[in-house]
Each structure stands twice: as structure tokens, then as C-alpha cells.
């Protein structure tokens, strides 16, 4: 239950009318010769910085009776100069109280804008899982738009039966004209991911879903597929490779061994990912970063290091190692970026490998062969998309020899 208010705190405004005495006091203090009643207005038009309409015309109100006192007491209620400074004041009031009515409704128009804001940042970086499966989670992010607090990178972690799948991303370009097309790849991810039989699978998804937008933009991506046994699967669409940093050693990059490309390209060249795998022990971290971290200049234009600097994510929690990093980045930047904020978006997602639950393998296990799909599980028979390069290629993929066109739809991705 909300306390009732005082009448003071409605009705007048405290720094108005501690304005109001000031003056009072200074005009007591220059005695009768120098009298500053004109003055007295400074209350209302203080009070219209913050103040409600009421409290406008209350502490107005104030500061015309006190105005008023004073001139009784000298004598002046009469003369053409206590008229004209009482009238000051009541013009003063009435302006600053529609002053402060535009203010309010300014105020409300930046709270809804702010609420929307805020629901479109929810979507982009929505909160991840602490704890999923084999990995404890923590995040951070960074926009280069401060104002809006989101842009074109992206991050996303969707649980899977025994295991976690992930996504870190980055569109092209930076800043409000990349969440669109951040939000199209995301919510592509979050409805293929969960139900998926390979991350494979998913990047089909994730390109039908840039394909339909119409959009210029590519995307470069990671996505990753982490099991109980300590499996790490890496599907590498041209972006940084993450950093694996071990217990104890020097940290690597997980970079695969032939670059992928980025998606959304698939109408100029194929779009195939680049692959590793790897084995996770217990208590190794892993940093999905997007380039906004590595791309990061000192004063002389030299990159942030990050791998001589992975030693940072070791021991603590994985959050106090985000922060850590975080701080060591900002101060290689500086002064650099100190005034105009994040040069670029930043995106950062950081996965600390617990005790491992089951056997384990001794070595990498090697990729299963590539799913077979048809275009019409992918939907391309109700596609609104006439002329699909993505279409064209994975049926050119299924067909050979003298097979029958209905059969042509079966292809491998």
C-alpha cells in the first residue's frame, strides 16, 4: 500500500521555494532601497524543470504572496513598480506551468518509446540460462547505439537433450539498421534449434530466413553444440573462432580448418560452414565473441590481444571473468573511444565446462555424415520466394543422373 503524500509534495515544488526564500532573504538583507521583487519568479520557473503543473502554480502562488508581504510591509502593494513586478511573477507562473505541461508529455511519449526500446533489447539479447546443461553461462553486451542498448550482434542459448546449442552472430553493419535482421536470424534459430537434428539443419533455416527478408545484409555466425560427454561441434559461417581457454595452458583459437562463409550469401557462392571439433574438460572455457572485442584500437591503432589475454577468464566465476575482460578491453581502449562510447557492438558469451557426467571420448569424435533433407521440409513448395538461389542449389545437389524429378527433391546439405 502506497503512503499518502504530503500536500507540499504536490502542491509546491522544494527547490522553488527554497529558491523563493533565498531571494526573500537577500531582499530583507539589502534593505529598503533595493528591492528585488521581480525576482520572486525564479521559484516557478525553477519548479518547471520537475515539477508538476500544480507544484508550477503552487510555488507561484508562494512566491506572489510572500512578494506580496513584503510589499505591503514597504508600501509598495500600490505603486506602479510592486504592480509590475507582481505581474512579473504571475506571467512568469502561468508560462512555466505550461512549460512544465509540455515537459510531462514529453516525458510520457520518452517512457513509452523507452518501453518499446526495451522490449526490442529483451528479444536481442534475452537474459541466457546461468546454468544448462554441462555449462554454467554468462553473457555481456555492448551497443555502439548507447541511447538504445542493442544492435547487429546477437547472442542465443537453447537447451537440447543432453547438451546446450549456441549462437553468437554479428550482421553487417552496426548500430538500429541491423536489429532487424538480427531479430529475423534469432527467432529462425530459437524455433529450428530445439527440435533440429544437426546444427546443420539450422544453418539451412537460418538462411531461408535471410532469404525471405529480401535483405542485402549477410551475417557471419557461430553456432556450436555442446554435450554432457564434453563433444564441442563448431559450425564456423565466417566468424571469429571462440577461445578455448583450458584449465591450465596457453588459451587457443577454435578455428576450423577451412573458413566458412558468412550467411545470406548464397545467392553469389555457396554458403558452407567451417567445421571443428574438439574435447572440453572439466573446468575449460570457451569465449564466443563477436569482432567488436578483437577489432578494439589503443590510441596507436593496435588490436586489443585478445588471445595473449584469455588468461583473464580463468578462476572465479565465468561472470567475474566477463567483467574482467571487459575492464582490460576498455582500458587498451582509452582514451581512444572514452568520449564517443563503443567504437562497434560487442558481444560476448562465455561457457565454463563442468565435471563431465557419463563415459567420454578420448579423442574428437569425428562429424557424422550430412543429413538428408528434402525442399519440401524446408517448406520451399509454400515459399513466398520465386527465385531462391538456396531452392536452386539444394535440388541442383539431389539430382543425378536420369532420376525422376520427384525424386530430385532429396538432397544433402
Sequence with gaps: MHKPRWPTARYLDCRGVAAVLLVALVDVLLGEEVRLLPLYAVGPALAACRASVRGVLGTGLFAASLATVLALDEGLLDSRRGVSSLLAITF????????????????????????????????????????????????????????????????????????????????????LDAVGVAAAVLAAFRESAPVADRLDTVGVKLSCALLRRGDERFVTAVMAEVTWDGTMRILNYGHPGPLVVPASGDAVRADPEHPGTPLGLDGLIECRPGRHTRVLSAGDRVLFHTDGLDETRDAAGRFYPLLERGALLRGGTAEAGLRRLRADACRHAAPRHSATGCADDSALLLLDYREEHGPRPRTAPADPAPPTLRTTDLGCHVCAVTDCPLADLLRSRGASGDAPAERRETTTV
Design 92 to 175: 512568469v507562473t502561468f508560462f512555466s506551468a505550461a512549460a512544465a505541461r509540455i515537459r510531462l508529455r514529453g516525458e510520457c511519449r520518452l517512457a513509452a518509446v523507452s518501453d518499446v526500446a526495451d522490449a526490442a533489447r529483451r528479444t536481442i539479447v534475452a537474459p541466457v540460462p546461468v546454468d544448462r546443461g554441462p555449462v554454467r553461462i554468462a553473457a555481456s553486451y555492448e551497443s555502439a547505439a548507447e541511447a538504445a542498448g542493442i544492435g547487429g550482434d546477437f547472442y542465443e542459448v537453447v537447451p537440447v537433450d543432453g547438451g546446450v546449442r549456441i549462437l553468437v552472430g554479428d550482421v553487417q553493419g552496426k548500430g
